[in-house]
């Protein structure tokens, strides 16, 4: 009976393709280029060769693909399983605050926090949004665009109030949730997020902001509806995350309107965490067309406080300590 099964195993396993003597000499012949472009002083010969070797490169790696593509048809059932590339977001090191589903204290102390009331329904989010002193064009036209994201959300200036008591007085007006919008150098750069009336807080910083009068179709401004969106969350994976990712829920309404077909993607990848906005058209039972409406930028969280804007007593959950890259031990740890 082994000698049956082995025999039938082997049938199954495919050789990996072997290298012919013209394919050991053209890699060769790759690597002793490029060690010979490291050492050459021309810049423009190196780019130039080193143009021609990338492009030598794709050639045999398309080559490859077809080949395996081919093989894979050939063998049908029986062929190799398709390759998984290695990159640093699925080979990230293990992390002890990472989220199990399955741990039953783990979830009740995550959706036991400040934000259970928004997830119980009890409540409609209402949100301030503002910004800087003196805000510049794309500033105000990225203020005006993130109203019409966030459902039951107005605009209002800081005309030279303190944050402490912008948000004293949106208590005071029944507000939810209270975004300010800093800039630098006439640009957005910065997004304050206090939730209302008893915290958390948090900073992200803003970069590659595209607005939606800058995105590839004109006339995008059009398609905008009072829809409310549906909110997409994904790889949000550690306890810091999952906090991040409720925050970032809060600011929309907890009933999205189907009608409009619009969603709002909020997507982490290395703590990177990137906004898009789109609006979806079903073109068959089994295919959807994507159309991007813009605006579109990334955030990346600098620190998380506990309760309301409070930079000198404030308590803090989590922060970017030190200098620059002081907390990124390895290029493949993430905290989100």
């Known amino acids: 009976m082994e000698s049956a099964e082995n025999a039938e195993n082997a049938e199954v396993l495919v050789k990996p393709p072997t290298l012919t003597a013209s394919d050991r000499l053209a890699a060769k012949k790759r690597f002793r280029t490029q060690r010979r472009l490291s050492t050459m002083k021309n810049k423009?010969?190196?780019?130039?060769?080193?143009?021609?070797?990338?492009?030598?490169?794709?050639?045999?790696?398309?080559?490859?693909?077809?080949?395996?593509?081919?093989?894979?048809?050939?063998?049908?059932?029986?062929?190799?399983?398709?390759?998984?590339?290695?990159?640093?977001?699925?080979?990230?090191?293990?992390?002890?605050?990472?989220?199990?589903?399955?741990?039953?204290?783990?979830?009740?102390?995550?959706?036991?926090?400040?934000?259970?009331?928004?997830?119980?329904?009890?409540?409609?989010?209402?949100?301030?949004?503002?910004?800087?002193?003196?805000?510049?064009?794309?500033?105000?036209?990225?203020?005006?665009?993130?109203?019409?994201?966030?459902?039951?959300?107005?605009?209002?200036?800081?005309?030279?109030?303190?944050v402490k008591k912008m948000i004293q007085s949106a208590k005071e007006k029944d507000y939810t949730d209270v975004v300010v919008i800093n800039e630098d150098r006439r640009v957005p750069n910065g997004m304050l997020v206090s939730h209302l009336p008893d915290g958390p807080t948090a900073y992200f910083k803003i970069s590659n902001v595209k607005l939606t009068k800058d995105m590839k179709y004109k006339n995008i401004i059009k398609e905008f509806t009072t829809h409310r969106p549906e909110v997409i969350l994904n790889n949000f994976q550690t306890r810091l995350g999952q906090a991040v990712s409720r925050m970032l829920a809060s600011l929309f309404h907890y009933d999205p309107q189907f009608k409009g077909r619009r969603a709002v993607t909020f997507h982490n990848q290395r703590d990177y965490i990137f906004f898009r906005h789109h609006r979806y058209e079903f073109k068959s039972q089994k295919r959807a067309a994507l159309r991007e409406l813009g605006p579109r930028f990334t955030l990346r969280l600098k620190w998380l406080q506990k309760g309301t804007f409070d930079t000198i007593e404030g308590d803090y959950e989590w922060i970017i300590a030190g200098k620059r890259h002081e907390m990124e031990t390895s290029r493949r740890r993430f905290f989100l």
């Open 44 to 162: 423009v010969l190196r780019n130039a060769q080193w143009a021609t070797l990338k492009k030598e490169k794709r050639k045999v790696k398309k080559e490859g693909q077809k080949q395996r593509k081919k093989e894979a048809e050939a063998l049908g059932d029986k062929a190799p399983p398709k390759q998984i590339p290695r990159t640093i977001e699925n080979t990230r090191e293990a992390d002890i605050t990472t989220v199990d589903r399955d741990d039953e204290e783990v979830t009740f102390d995550i959706t036991h926090d400040e934000y259970e009331s928004y997830f119980s329904k009890t409540y409609v989010p209402k949100i301030l949004i503002t910004s800087s002193d003196n805000p510049h064009s794309k500033t105000i036209h990225f203020i005006r665009e993130l109203t019409k994201i966030f459902p039951s959300s107005e605009c209002q200036w800081r005309k030279r109030s303190s």
